[in-house]
């Protein structure tokens, strides 16, 4: 299964749209990424990892989420984080992290929801 836009990719009625396109996604990621670097909790899972190669799949990961022009596969989400043994309460860090950068990014409380909600819809696939 892919991530579905909620109208024709990159369309105006989107939250990719709406919030900037590529440009303010990349912004969100990288701010996110800072937030999440510092944590004590799931910091730890980044060590050694190639952070442009990362902000790249996840600006296009959260892209999809909000209507932009770009997919991700179920099974590729699946594989990414197969290795990685992310527990329930990383999880929970990581997304009350993009909840708060979502906010400083001014999206509302429902587009966070939206984004958030999605999110959690691929749980399975991320925890292991």
């Known amino acids: 299964m892919m991530v ?35 944590n004590d909790l799931v910091g730890g899972h980044f060590d050694g990892i190639d952070m442009v190669r990362l902000i790249d799949h996840q600006t296009k990961f959260i892209a999809a989420l909000t209507g932009g022009p770009a997919d991700i596969s179920d099974e590729r989400l699946a594989r990414a984080h197969r290795h990685l043994r992310v527990r329930h309460d990383e999880f929970d860090e990581l997304v009350t992290l993009l909840s708060a950068t979502l906010e400083a990014a001014g999206f509302t409380p429902a587009d966070r929801a939206k984004v958030l909600g999605a999110i959690e819809a691929r749980r399975s696939l991320i925890v292991d």
Do not use: C, N, Q, W
């Open 4 to 38: 579905a836009a909620t109208a024709p990719h990159g369309g105006a009625d989107t939250l990719f749209a709406r919030y900037g396109g590529f440009a303010k996604i990349r912004s969100i990621v990288m701010d996110f990424y800072e937030r999440v670097l510092d």
